[in-house]
């Protein structure tokens, strides 16, 4: 049956997909954020909330596109859920706030019901945070059924054991000892033709469309699974970011790290320029070593270099090695983190990318 809709419909699937396609668009990413902003600002508790924290004492973890699913061939989570799990636990023992960034749930593929069925161990690790007011649960574009469904606030309840709020964005601010500073934080799917517009789009995109195609083993064209989409998508959020004053904008979305408006491989290949001008062999094969890893993983050199650090990106839960990338605020800092496994396959946690909030150029 399913071949039989495939040859059916495949053309004028293809057709409405490019209608309705989450290519980006620059001025429906420019309106979308701004307004989500201000909302935010303006009605906070709503759309999202306004915190204060500080900077030296405060812990946040932010880790975005678990896309936990059922633990079948098309679980791009099933790979990664040790790391996740011992991250979750290592920023638990320390004090960690956890900010989910969305896409935690794979709801586009997959019937709810079988998403808690299967994921009942990461759901209670989360429910741990959240029993000491230390969570927050952002929706993104494969987890709009939390944000739209009627029932959606029912299951999370049942599924964290305590009513839990969804928001779509965050505010942070803090004076860091030299600057005011406020950090944004959302999915990042906002201006997406696809996933973002009003109430009834969106229910239609994940209760009808997402499912249709899922069925018809249509990849929908999104920036997550399309490597030019990637880097458009990243020039735009930075373009946004960088006309905002003492503001950094952090998004998931991608599943692209990026560490002060710069992709994680486009740093890894100016250190490479720095080690070969040094004549550093070692140096030279380890970095080589993990840029072939990054492209492995779909990244692309962007065609732009971020001017300022206003843009940032958590990666993704769900490598196909089961690597995971997160952003830590502690410290004073911000760090890009890897978790990955060991050759005896424990999982350990590596810093990719660091720098105090003081000394990051912002305008």
Not at 5 to 13: A, E, H, I, R, Y
Not at 33 to 60: A, H, R, T, V, W
Not at 300 to 311: A, E, K, Q, V
Request: glycine share 6%; hydrophobic share 35%.
């Amino acid at each position: 049956m399913r071949q039989f809709l495939q040859n059916l419909l495949n053309k004028p699937v293809a057709k409405l997909a490019g209608k309705i396609s989450s290519r980006p668009d620059k001025k429906r990413i420019d309106k979308a954020l701004s307004e989500l902003y201000k909302q935010i600002k303006i009605n906070p508790g709503k759309k999202g909330l306004d915190i204060s924290f500080e900077c030296y004492k405060d812990k946040f973890i932010i880790l975005s596109d678990q896309h936990k699913g059922a633990r079948n061939g098309a679980d791009i989570f099933s790979l990664a859920e040790k790391n996740y799990l011992s991250a979750l636990e290592y920023y638990y023992s320390g004090g960690f706030f956890y900010i989910n960034l969305g896409d935690s749930e794979e709801l586009w593929e997959n019937l709810l019901i079988t998403v808690k069925r299967h994921n009942r161990v990461t759901f209670n690790m989360e429910k741990k945070f959240l029993e000491r007011a230390g969570f927050i649960k952002i929706f993104g574009n494969h987890d709009l059924y939390w944000d739209n469904a009627p029932l959606a606030s029912i299951n999370l309840q049942k599924i964290y054991g305590q009513k839990i709020n969804i928001y779509e964005g965050l505010v942070l601010k803090a004076n860091t000892g030299k600057k005011y500073l406020e950090i944004f934080m959302t999915h990042g799917h906002q201006g997406d033709l696809q996933s973002d517009g009003n109430w009834f789009s969106k229910w239609f995109v994940s209760n009808i469309w997402a499912p249709f195609q899922a069925y018809l083993r249509i990849n929908p064209n999104t920036p997550a699974n399309n490597n030019e989409l990637k880097t458009i998508h990243n020039r735009m959020m930075y373009q946004w970011s960088s006309k905002r004053k003492n503001m950094l904008l952090i998004t998931g979305h991608t599943h692209q790290p990026v560490f002060k408006s710069v992709t994680h491989l486009e740093k890894l290949f100016q250190e490479l320029d720095i080690s070969k001008k040094n004549k550093d062999k070692k140096a030279i094969i380890d970095l080589q070593k993990q840029i072939s890893n990054r492209q492995n993983k779909g990244d692309r050199i962007p065609d732009f270099s971020g001017y300022l650090d206003t843009y940032f990106n958590s990666g993704c839960c769900c490598f196909n090695d089961g690597d995971i990338t997160g952003i830590e605020l502690t410290d004073g800092c911000i760090r890009l983190v890897k978790w990955q496994y060991t050759n005896h396959k424990e999982s350990e946690r590596l810093v990719l990318e660091e720098c105090k909030l003081d000394d990051l150029k912002i305008g």
